[in-house]
């Protein structure tokens, strides 16, 4: 059976009905996964230098103290040794997102204290305190912290992802769900993203090495959080306005 389709009433297209129903799903699958889009890279794969630089979004950051260059999970990462030593990636717009996912692969050399590993303005970020991962999100008035149940191990490797919806936040550890809390909605403090720790309490420093940061603009799936954690970092190619695609990123692998 085919079908004839009016197109401004001038054109007529033939097709049969399965081509029709195959076209209208993969124009479905298109439009659910164009929902996230990456906005900043930072793969930390450089040999030296003071700017960290961000291959998708342009938000390079700058070294604050001392820190090394060193083998990272995947080519390169960052070492970090508290106190005073992070980065600092200046305030902008396009990293203050009502909903979101923040990835980072993160490597402990002690598991002293709380230790922030990266945060946008103190108003979302990823920290671990207590043996465990915590995220947290800033309502306006406070912080909600949600709480993971994955205990580190010092020396080992981990992806830890953040995920900030309209109304909750979650944390995952290697692909996996950890916890999830429900919240308010995120409001952002006049503060700039630090990788690390940062001066605006001056004491939550990070000593253990940092690899493959993303910010996605939206909140992703777990299997596509679980899908970058098994096979990182497959993060599609970047479009002409710089940005990164879910589907592409699936499709890839």
């Not at 049969?16 to 479905?28: C, N, W």
């Not at 599609?236 to 890839?252: E, H, M």
Request: aromatic share 10%.
């Amino acid at each position: 059976m085919a079908l004839i389709l009016r197109i401004g009433g001038l054109k007529m297209i033939r097709m049969s009905v399965i081509t029709l129903a195959f076209t209208l799903i993969i124009l479905s699958i298109t439009n659910t996964a164009l929902c996230a889009n990456l906005v900043s890279h930072w793969p930390l794969d450089q040999n030296s230098g003071e700017e960290v630089k961000d291959v998708v979004g342009g938000h390079h950051g700058k070294i604050i103290g001392k820190a090394k260059w060193v083998k990272g999970q995947f080519g390169n990462g960052l070492q970090l040794t508290a106190p005073s030593n992070y980065v600092e990636v200046q305030k902008s717009k396009d990293l203050e997102l009502s909903t979101l996912t923040l990835i980072v692969w993160v490597n402990f050399d002690s598991l002293a204290g709380r230790q922030e590993v990266v945060s946008y303005a103190d108003s979302y970020g990823i920290f671990a305190d207590g043996g465990i991962f915590r995220a947290l999100l800033y309502n306006g008035n406070n912080w909600d912290v949600v709480n993971g149940t994955t205990k580190i191990e010092q020396g080992k490797w981990y992806q830890t992802a953040l995920t900030v919806a309209k109304n909750g936040i979650a944390i995952y550890v290697n692909g996996k769900l950890d916890a999830q809390l429900a919240t308010p909605a995120i409001a952002f403090q006049d503060f700039p993203m630090w990788f690390g720790g940062g001066p605006a309490d001056n004491q939550f420093w990070l000593t253990g090495t940092i690899d493959e940061i993303e910010l996605w603009n939206d909140v992703l799936p777990a299997g596509e959080i679980e899908k970058i954690y098994k096979n990182p970092p497959s993060l599609g190619a970047v479009d002409p306005n710089g940005k990164t695609t879910t589907l592409w990123g699936a499709i890839k692998r």
